[in-house]
């Protein structure tokens, strides 16, 4: 069973950074790719970004691109969300999950999820 478990997330400025991870364990290899989600009050779960675990290609959502960036360490099999720039309406609980599909941006086709971690940016 894939085991993911996010940190990083916490209270920044808006224009500043902040880097989450995300702890992949129990058969991760096995799926195609792993994405990052973000999920703010009384609004629909948002596809931020997504990361092939073989080639390393990236996808961004975006509201993100070009602020966000996101990466792989396969030996310690761990995802990394680099957010720079970061504005208010950033403000979300984000959330990493895998899929075997290669339909990255939608949510129906992640199969295991993390319990998310909160990102709050001031203005």
């Known amino acids: 069973q894939v085991q993911l478990v996010e940190s990083g997330g916490g209270l920044v400025q808006a224009g500043g950074s902040l880097r989450l991870s995300c702890a992949a364990s129990?058969?991760?290899?096995?799926?195609?790719?792993v994405g990052w989600f973000r999920q703010a009050p009384g609004k629909e779960r948002e596809f931020v970004a997504a990361?092939?675990?073989?080639?390393?290609?990236?996808y961004y959502g975006d509201s993100v691109k070009g602020r966000f960036t996101i990466s792989r360490d396969n030996a310690k099999t761990t995802i990394y969300l680099l957010m720079n720039s970061l504005k208010p309406e950033d403000t979300a609980v984000y959330y990493c999950?895998?899929?075997?599909?290669?339909?990255?941006?939608?949510?129906?086709?992640?199969?295991?999820w993390g319990q998310g971690t909160q990102v709050t940016v001031s203005s």
């Open positions: 999950a895998s899929t075997n599909s290669r339909i990255l941006v939608q949510r129906t086709f992640y199969n295991y």
């Open positions: 129990g058969g991760t290899f096995s799926s195609y790719a």
């Open positions: 990361i092939a675990w073989s080639s390393g290609s990236a």
